[in-house]
Structure formats: structure tokens, C-alpha cells
């Protein structure tokens, strides 16, 4: 069955500081992408990130970048440099080839960036 | 280029009511899908479509139909509404061309009170 996990429900982060967003995922598709999603309070979903499977590299999108551990299965997104704007939901997914292109959500983490 | 827009915004119902909530997207997209947010829950699927005429169930898909006659447009049916339909509904579309690497392109969403 596929799957994502995150874990963290609510997370605080002081203005400039990095922080890491936690997502695990699981899948016997070879063939997958993970994305990251922000959903500020006017709630909009604003696409942020993507990483393939097949993707050597970490994807870097100017502050964010996605920490991709394939043996772990892991894709968690590393906000550099915190401003206050971040401060939102964050939504990992993951987009199967096989299942008619289907994604699937992960539960969200909220982040609060602190002045 | 509109994107993906929804009607209405907003919307209250009394139980039993039925009602359709409009999706339409200018990016000649294939992939089609609604998704309803619930606090605490996500995103979850509730039907998506991979082309006109092709439509296929999500993870909740009791209580809504869906039908797609054009490349275009989406329409979400709630046939009779429950309490437990009130919740924020998005529509989101996406190219496949490119298999699992076309990120969603979102609504603003659809509030549904259902009283």
C-alpha cells in the first residue's frame, strides 16, 4: 500500500534559523515522485519542491531543498534561513506512476516561525 | 491563464440537499482530481480522472459522483449532503506527460458547511 508519514503535527523555528520537515513514504513502485506542498492561512496550496526516484542529486528550489535518503525512505524538506512567511502547513505527497498517477498526502506539519 | 478555479467559494447546506461544485482548468491538463482537507487528515482523494470520459474512485469516495465530458471541467456531485461532507474542497490538475514528475496545480478551494 502507499503511504506517507509525517510525523511532526507542529513544529517552531526562530526567525533565520534552518529547519528540517519530516516525511517518510512507502511504496513498491520504483517509479515515484515526492513532492512538498505550503498551505499558508489564506489557504491556498502552493507547490514547492519535487524529487524523482530515479533522481541522483537533491532537489534545491532557492531556500527549500529536499534531504532524499531512498534506503530510508525518507524526503524530508529543509527550509533555509527562516522568515516570518514561512509560517504555514507543509504537505509531503507522493505521486505514483503506477496507480493511474494518483498522490497521496501526507497529514501535514504546521510551522510557526518565532521573531 | 486562469489555472484551476472553483465555484463557489462558499457554500452552506441543509442535510439531504444536493449540490454540484464546479472545476474547470485552462492548461489542458489530463489529470483531474478532488481532494477534501479535513483538520488533523490531510488531503484525502476522493475521485480523480485521467481524461475525458475516465474517471475512477479515490480513498473516500462514498457520497460524491463525478463525471468528465470535457478536458476542461470537473464536476463534483454530493447527491444527498451529510454533516459529515462539511469540510474544505479542493480541485487540483496536472499534466502526466511526464509520468510522475508533473507537480498539481490547485484551486482555492470550496468551504461546504452541511447543517
Known amino acids: 500500500a502507499q503511504k506517507i508519514t509525517q510525523t511532526q503535527p507542529g513544529m517552531f523555528v526562530q526567525e533565520k534559523e534552518a529547519v528540517t520537515l519530516d516525511c517518510t513514504y512507502d511504496?513498491?513502485?520504483?517509479?515515484?515522485?515526492l513532492f512538498w506542498y505550503k498551505q499558508p492561512s489564506s489557504g491556498e496550496m502552493i507547490f514547492l519542491i519535487y524529487?524523482?526516484?530515479?533522481?541522483?542529486q537533491n532537489a534545491t528550489e532557492g531556500r527549500y531543498s529536499l534531504n532524499f535518503q531512498k534506503a530510508r525512505k525518507s524526503a524530508n524538506l529543509v527550509i533555509s534561513a527562516s522568515q516570518l512567511g514561512d509560517s504555514a502547513m507543509y504537505f509531503c505527497?507522493?505521486?505514483?506512476?503506477?496507480?493511474?498517477?494518483?498522490?497521496?498526502f501526507g497529514t501535514g506539519t504546521s510551522l510557526t516561525v518565532i521573531p | 491563464n486562469a489555472g484551476v478555479t472553483q465555484t463557489p467559494k462558499f457554500q452552506v447546506l441543509k442535510t439531504g440537499q444536493s449540490m454540484t461544485l464546479q472545476c474547470a482548468q485552462d492548461?489542458?491538463?489530463?489529470?483531474m482530481s478532488w481532494y477534501r482537507q479535513d483538520p488533523g487528515m490531510g488531503l484525502r482523494l476522493i475521485h480523480y480522472?485521467?481524461?475525458?470520459?475516465?474517471?475512477d474512485q479515490g480513498e473516500v469516495p462514498n457520497g460524491y459522483n463525478v463525471s468528465r465530458s470535457t478536458t476542461e471541467d470537473f464536476p463534483l456531485r454530493l447527491l444527498s449532503a451529510a454533516p459529515s461532507q462539511t469540510s474544505v474542497y479542493f480541485c487540483?490538475?496536472?499534466?502526466?506527460?511526464?509520468?510522475?514528475?508533473?507537480?498539481?496545480?490547485f484551486g482555492p478551494g470550496t468551504r461546504l458547511t452541511v447543517l
Open positions: 511504496t513498491s513502485d520504483p517509479s515515484y515522485g
Open positions: 524529487q524523482g526516484s530515479y533522481d541522483q
Open positions: 492548461m489542458n491538463h489530463e489529470y
Open positions: 480522472s485521467v481524461g475525458a470520459g475516465i474517471t
Open positions: 487540483a490538475s496536472s499534466a502526466i506527460l511526464a509520468g510522475v514528475g508533473n507537480e498539481q496545480f
Open positions: 505527497a507522493m505521486r505514483i506512476g503506477g496507480t493511474g498517477n494518483q498522490f497521496y
